[in-house]
């Protein structure tokens, strides 16, 4: 048995969300939750909240039991670039990019 929670368009860089995902790839939901609650990166406070949303999802759907659940799969992709442009000197501007990413988490026993 398997749930999923997706989180698209979320303003994080995919380069930068993957490095926490790699983190609690494979983890028990509680020990992944604590590690989430305590990294001080951006892209831990998102995760942690499709962490808590999966949870819920395979609780209230499945009925699954929250001491059993893993995180099977979590994946980060690329998502659409935000352009927007800033003012130079001599007339010019220059191109201010915003990333953005799409968060797939998977959990199951």
Known sequence: M???AVLR???LSSQKGRLVADQIRGLAVDRALSLL????KKGAAI???VLESAIANAEHNAGADIDELKVKTISVEKGMVLKRFTARAKGRGNRIVK???HVFLT???
């Not at 609650?37 to 001080?40: A, E, R």
Request: proline letters at 11%.
């Open 99 to 101: 990333p953005t990413c």
């Open 9 to 11: 368009g979320v303003r």
């Open 107 to 109: 959990v199951g026993n």
């Open 37 to 40: 609650t305590f990294s001080p």
């Open 47 to 49: 995760i942690k909240k």
């Open 2 to 4: 398997e749930t999923r």
